[in-house]
């Protein structure tokens, strides 16, 4: 299954889930079930950011844009991350007013079955998003939300599980401790829906800064020096655009070499280091012993000062 037909399946699941969580909230009053709620509200929006923007991403290089638009998806990443941060401050808030009220909530029957077939897609759905790890960080922070969301669904389906027990049973407890229990399950998932949104928003914010990962540049600087006819890999730049990494790598070759043969050789280097990083790779030659003399040079002039 393709990157945008997974972000739009994800998509009419998260109506889903919504729907579901909304009726449970209107069936529960719960500010726990509301806080769930309101998170997949704003994942809706975020879903629909992703859809764009791994549609976006898939757009071919043109004029305006040389290399592609993969950088689509890493904004994508980004405006998920902001939504689950405002989701939380929404949850926050309602948490304290339903505090400062002390009204408990009603763990129907309704609710219950809400929140188990919501868990239920939630699962699924998670299955599916996590298989694109490292292949789409639009999707692999729809995997992040709904990991979160299906472990908050679940805490949030326990504690309706046991209201609804303890206010057949123990009627009186239930009402003075139902609404405290209600709000730290609320507090406690928006906390986590914060820690998680600031951990992919500084990922995704990295990789806007053109971060090169230590050993995707050690694997593609092995893969150039492993072309035959490679001398030397004299320096090499990696930037990550998206799923793929671009880079921009400085050879050295027999310096007796024809220009039609050193060409060769950098299209071999070329052609690796594409088949490793998916992007664009820029070779440039320069003839090995003029390399070593500059070396030299530099070195000599260094010893001067």
């Known amino acids: 299954m393709d990157k945008l ?35 997949s509200a704003v994942d809706l929006l975020a879903l629909t950011v992703t859809y764009l923007a791994i549609r976006a991403s898939l757009k071919p290089p043109d004029l305006e844009h040389p290399y592609g638009h993969h950088k689509a998806e890493t904004l994508g990443g980004i405006g998920g991350s902001l939504a689950v941060m405002a989701s939380a401050t929404f949850i926050a808030y309602e948490a304290v007013s339903k505090l400062l009220r002390w009204e408990t909530y009603l763990p129907t029957l309704a609710s219950i079955l809400a929140i188990v077939a919501a868990v239920a897609i939630d699962f699924n759905r998670v299955r599916v998003l996590r298989r694109f790890r ?36 123990y009627p009186e407890l239930f009402a003075q401790w139902g609404p405290a229990v209600d709000v730290a399950i609320a507090t406690v998932i928006t906390i986590y829906f914060v820690k998680l949104s600031l951990a992919l928003l500084k990922t995704s914010v990295v990789e806007l800064l053109d971060y090169a990962p230590p050993d995707v540049v050690a694997r593609a600087k092995a893969k150039a020096e492993s072309v035959n006819g490679v001398k030397s890999v004299k320096s090499i730049k990696v930037r990550k655009s998206g799923s793929i990494y671009h880079a921009e790598v400085t050879i050295t070759v027999d310096e007796n070499l024809t220009v039609k043969e050193a060409h060769e050789i950098a299209d071999g280097v070329e052609k690796t280091l594409k ?23 530099t070195a000599d002039t260094k010893k001067g000062q």
Do not use: N
């Open 5 to 39: 037909r997974v972000a739009l399946v994800s998509l009419l699941a998260g109506v889903a889930v919504t729907t579901l969580k909304i009726t449970a909230w209107a069936q529960s009053f719960s500010v726990a079930v509301l806080a769930d709620a309101v998170h």
């Open 275 to 297: 088949q490793e990083l998916g992007g664009e790779v820029t070779v440039h030659v320069e003839p090995h012993q003029h390399a070593e003399r500059k070396s030299q040079k």
């Open 134 to 169: 490292g292949v789409s960080r639009a999707l692999e922070a729809d995997a992040l939300h709904f990991s979160t969301e299906l472990a908050s669904s679940a805490a949030i389906l326990a504690v309706l599980a046991m209201g609804a027990w303890a206010s057949a049973y």
